[in-house]
C-alpha cells in the first residue's frame, strides 16, 4: 500500500517560484505606480458578489486565485498608502515592511515566547521604542495589535497597580473605594472602551474640558481631582493625550507629570499619534515631559509607516507591567535550556500567541535609521504648514482651528452660509473628493463647528498634492454652490 499522506506544500516547487516572482515583481509595480490610481474607488456589485460565495470545498490552482485578487481586490484598496490619502489617522505603510511581513510569515513563528531570534528581534524593536521615548532600558514594553490595545494595557496596569489591593485576586468588589481616571474631552474612544473592558465603568473616565487650544484645561483636573476626593472616590490616573485625533492638540505633559507627582497618581500617556515627536528634532520639544510617563501607549503602524498592525504600550515599572499580567500554566513552563528557556512574552499582554509583527518594524528601522523617520515627521509637519498658509490665502476657505502638528480642520465658507448649510456642503465636497478618487479627507466637528480634516501621516505626500487638494476643495466648493446644493437641505 502507498502512503497517501497529504500537505499544504506545492507537488511542484519550479512552478511556485514562477508564480512567486511574479507576485513580488506585481507587487512592486503596484507601489511604484501607486500614484497614477485613484485613492480609492466604489466597487461595482458584481465585484462585491465574488466575496460573498460560500466556503470552497475543493481548491483551485493558486495561479487563479491570485488572479482573483488582481481582478477583485488590488484595484478597490482603501487608498491609504496613496499620496493624497489623509483621512482619519492612519500610516501609509512602506514596501520594506512589507517584505518583513512576509519573511515573518514565512517563519510562522509564535512570539508568545521562547528561545529563538525572532524573540529578539521583538525584544529589540520594545527596547528600541523605549530608547525612543527616553524611556530608562529597565523600563518593559510590549507590542501589540495597534493603539488601542496598548491603551488598554496601560490602564490595566494602572488600574492593578494603584488599586492598593490584589485586583487580580479580588476583583474589584475588593475595592474601597472607586477609581477615577481622568482625560480631556478630546480623549480617543478607545479610553471609553478600556474603562468598560476593565470593568470600571465609563463613569470612571472623566471628561476634563478642553481650553479652545483643545488641550486639557489643567485647573479643571485639578478641581476635578479635589471634588473626587471629597466625595470618597479615589482619583488613580491621568491620561493625557500627545496629539488629538481631532485636531492634534497636545496636552501639557510636563505640567500634568507635575500634577500626577504632586497628587500620587499615575500618569498614562497616549502618544498614538504624537509620541513619535519624541525623534523629530524640532518636534521633540511638543512632546518634552513625555518620559516621566508611567505608561504610554504608541503606533509603529502611524507614524513609522508600518503596514497594519503594530502599536506598543510601554511601563515604566516592569514588576507592575509583568506582576499584572503574568501566568504561569502547567503546560508552558520555561526550562533551563532548548526552545522553552526564552522568557515568555505573552507575560506582558492578553494574548498567548503572538505574531511577528515586530520584523517590519525591525527592517524599516535598520534600513532608513531612526533619524530619517524623523526627518519624515518633520516633513509632514512642515506639509501642514504649508497646507495652513494656501488655505489662509485663500478667501473661499476658512481654517477652522490652528494647526499644532500634522492635523488641519478647515472647511470651504464662501459667506453668508448657514452652519448646517456648511456642513452639508462641506461634507459632500468630502464625499466627492473620495468618489472621484482625487483625496482621500475625513470630517470632524470641533468645538461644535464641523469642518474637513486632512491628517497628513503620508511619506509620500509632496506640496503639489496639497496644491491639488486646495484647488479641488475650491472648485467643488465653488460649483456646488452655483448649483445651490447647499440650499437644498
Ligand atoms: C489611533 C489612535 C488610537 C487607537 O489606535 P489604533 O492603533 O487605531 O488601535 C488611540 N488614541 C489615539 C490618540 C489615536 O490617534
Known amino acids: 500500500m502507498t502512503e497517501t499522506a497529504e500537505t499544504l506544500d506545492p507537488t511542484d516547487w519550479e512552478a511556485l517560484r514562477t508564480l512567486a516572482r511574479r507576485i513580488i515583481d506585481d507587487a512592486v509595480d503596484y507601489t511604484r505606480d501607486i500614484r497614477d490610481r485613484p485613492v480609492w474607488r466604489d466597487m461595482p456589485p458584481e465585484v462585491r458578489k465574488r466575496f460573498q460565495t460560500a466556503a470552497p470545498q475543493e481548491g483551485q490552482p493558486l495561479g487563479e486565485v491570485y488572479d482573483d485578487i488582481v481582478q477583485n481586490m488590488l484595484p478597490y484598496p482603501m487608498g491609504n498608502i496613496h499620496p493624497r490619502f489623509w483621512m482619519w489617522y492612519m500610516g501609509s505603510s512602506n514596501f520594506t515592511g512589507a517584505l518583513g511581513d512576509f519573511l515573518a510569515a514565512i517563519l510562522g513563528s509564535n512570539l508568545g515566547g521562547g528561545d529563538h531570534a525572532a524573540a529578539e528581534i521583538d525584544k529589540q524593536v520594545v527596547n528600541w521604542l523605549k530608547e525612543m521615548m527616553g524611556y530608562p532600558a529597565e523600563a518593559s514594553g510590549t507590542l501589540v495589535s495597534g493603539g488601542s490595545m496598548a491603551n488598554l494595557i496601560g490602564l490595566t496596569v494602572a488600574r492593578n497597580r494603584m488599586s492598593g489591593i490584589d485586583l487580580r485576586e479580588e476583583g474589584l468588589g475588593g475595592l474601597a473605594a472607586p477609581l477615577r481616571f481622568y482625560a480631556s474631552d478630546q480623549v480617543h474612544s478607545c479610553h471609553q472602551t478600556a474603562v468598560e473592558t476593565l470593568g470600571l465603568g465609563n463613569r470612571a473616565l472623566s471628561r476634563v474640558p478642553s481650553g479652545p487650544d483643545c488641550r ?274
Not at 365 to 384: N, S
Not at 433 to 441: F, S
Open 216 to 489: 486639557m484645561d489643567l485647573g479643571a483636573l485639578r478641581e476635578a481631582i479635589a471634588r473626587d476626593r471629597a466625595g470618597g472616590l479615589a482619583p488613580a490616573c491621568v491620561i493625557a493625550t500627545a496629539g488629538t485625533v481631532n485636531t492634534g492638540a497636545l496636552d501639557d505633559l510636563e505640567a500634568i507629570a507635575d500634577l500626577c507627582a504632586e497628587e500620587g497618581l499615575w500618569l498614562h500617556v497616549d502618544g498614538c499619534i504624537g509620541a513619535l515627536l519624541a525623534i523629530a528634532p524640532r518636534g521633540r520639544s511638543l512632546v518634552r515631559g513625555i518620559a516621566r510617563a508611567d505608561s504610554i501607549a504608541l503606533d509603529p503602524h502611524k507614524w513609522l509607516h508600518a503596514p497594519f498592525e503594530v502599536g506598543c504600550a510601554l511601563v515604566r515599572d516592569a514588576g507592575a507591567h509583568l506582576g499584572s499580567f503574568t501566568l504561569t500554566s502547567e503546560y508552558l513552563q520555561t526550562s533551563a535550556r532548548g526552545i522553552a528557556s526564552g522568557a515568555w512574552l505573552h507575560d506582558y499582554g492578553l494574548q498567548t500567541s503572538r505574531g511577528f509583527r515586530a520584523l517590519k518594524v525591525w527592517m524599516a528601522l535598520k534600513e532608513h535609521g531612526v533619524a530619517k523617520f524623523g526627518r519624515l515627521i518633520e516633513q509632514d509637519l512642515a506639509h501642514a504648514r504649508y497646507l495652513t498658509a494656501r488655505i489662509e490665502a485663500t478667501p473661499a476657505l476658512q481654517l477652522c482651528f490652528p494647526t499644532s502638528i500634522n492635523i488641519v480642520c478647515f472647511r470651504y465658507d464662501p459667506g453668508e452660509l448657514p452652519e448646517d448649510a456648511l456642513k452639508r456642503l462641506n461634507t459632500e465636497i468630502m464625499l466627492r473628493l473620495q468618489e472621484t478618487g482625487v483625496a482621500a479627507v475625513s470630517d470632524t466637528t470641533v468645538k461644535g463647528r464641523h469642518c474637513l480634516r486632512v491628517a497628513i501621516n503620508n511619506h509620500r505626500t509632496t506640496r503639489a498634492d496639497l496644491d491639488i487638494l486646495v484647488e479641488e476643495v475650491s472648485r467643488l466648493g465653488m460649483a456646488l454652490k452655483a448649483e445651490a446644493f447647499a440650499d437644498q437641505g
